[in-house]
């Protein structure tokens, strides 16, 4: 397999999860604010512009396309990433079908290998990958058209995703503040060994466990505090992962039929399959923080508070997700026109971390 022409190599790693200023606005794409910006476009407000263009709601600056083949399907499918006006979310529109489906936790109808959302019998599937990179690059609203049941995997991870965006133009600041979900008191759920929790923190952090009874896997425990530099660096890039013994007994009954060692590690008894090896010593919970990122963006809005996965996967966090949700006193939603609103508020919101 080539390696993705992804700006962001295993060696660039740097731990750093608190970048500078500098290194937020160094992002590749990075654009300034629209036209339909409110604040800071005029002469003398250099900084107000800055500050606003991480707390003001997002969208793609150009559409892009990706092309690639179902995970499940084994389908070719096109996706095309468009702008969308803001308060609208993250929206999937089936071309075929002329069906649209919100990209939030109330459509999920299957959670078995990925996350599937549908609507009226229209389904799109393995949709968290794609969510992770939207999450990751802070955008909040984007029309994804598609003209097949499932988006495509692609290499395995978000990375393709961050890559077509930022090649396209990167993202664009909008006329109205990101509208924050601030956790206020834990929710957790619970399934055998597993748990899924949500609770207060200054600022998005994610800490996933996982425990696989194989000498490759085994335990993995990784903390991440969200930064889009980070997430570039540390996340975006770990692929999702399968044994070798379970996915040709997936193929055999006419699932994961797109699935390969392009789009996938696969791991034997005692060796992976793949050719290249791993991206990361510890790319499976990376990748666990990767699909908790894409599952938690099917709240609709980005979080304050800290995500703790233990053996979790989608089912899990949906059932996280949902929980949340029917509890309106776990949380409060916080819009923040400027640093100060934030601060006094006890919030720190990932962009703090930047200024
Ligand atoms: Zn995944």
């Not at 997002?58 to 083949?69: K, P």
């Not at 609507?119 to 799109?124: I, L, P």
């Not at 692609?154 to 909008?174: H, K, L, M, N």
Request: proline residues 6%; neutral net charge.
């Amino acid at each position: 397999m080539t390696p993705y022409p992804f700006c962001y190599t295993a060696s660039a790693e740097t731990g750093e999860t608190t970048p500078d200023f500098k290194g937020y606005l160094g992002l590749r794409g990075a654009q300034p604010p629209g036209p339909d910006f409110a604040e800071g476009s005029g002469a003398g407000s250099r900084w107000r512009s800055l500050e606003a263009r991480l707390l003001y709601q997002r969208t793609l600056h150009n559409r892009i396309t990706v092309r690639g083949v179902g995970l499940h399907s084994g389908r070719a499918i096109e996706v095309a990433l468009l702008p969308a006006a803001p308060g609208s979310g993250i929206v999937f529109y089936r071309t075929d079908a002329q069906v649209e489906i919100p990209a939030r936790v109330s459509h999920v109808v299957e959670t078995r290998l990925a996350t599937t959302l549908g609507k009226g019998g229209v389904q799109v599937g393995t949709v968290e990958h794609l969510m992770a990179a939207l999450y990751g690059l802070g955008v909040d609203n984007a029309r994804i058209e598609l003209d097949g049941p499932e988006v495509p995997i692609v290499d395995g991870s978000a990375a393709p995703f961050v890559e077509a965006i930022q090649r396209g133009g990167g993202t664009v600041a909008q006329s109205r503040p990101k509208r924050f979900l601030v956790l206020k008191r834990p929710v957790e759920v619970v399934g055998e060994d597993r748990i899924a929790r949500l609770e207060p923190a200054e600022s998005f952090q994610l800490d996933c466990f996982i425990d696989f009874p194989h000498p490759l896997v085994s335990r993995q425990h990784r903390k991440f505090v969200f930064s889009d530099r980070a997430f570039l660096s540390e996340i975006a890039r770990a692929r999702t992962f399968g044994f070798g013994k379970d996915v040709d007994a997936m193929h055999q009954a006419g699932l994961a039929l797109g699935g390969s060692l392009d789009n996938a590690v696969v791991i034997d008894d005692f060796s992976v399959r793949n050719p290249e090896g791993l991206r990361f010593p510890d790319e499976f919970v990376r990748h666990k923080i990767l699909d908790a990122i894409g599952d938690l963006a099917l709240l609709g809005a980005p979080i304050v508070g800290r995500y703790v996965g233990r053996k979790a996967g989608h089912a899990l966090n949906a059932a996280l997700v949902e929980s949340l949700l029917a509890q309106p006193r776990a949380f409060e939603w916080g819009e923040f026109r400027n640093k100060k609103d934030a601060v006094s508020a006890g919030v720190q919101v990932p962009a703090f971390r930047l200024a």
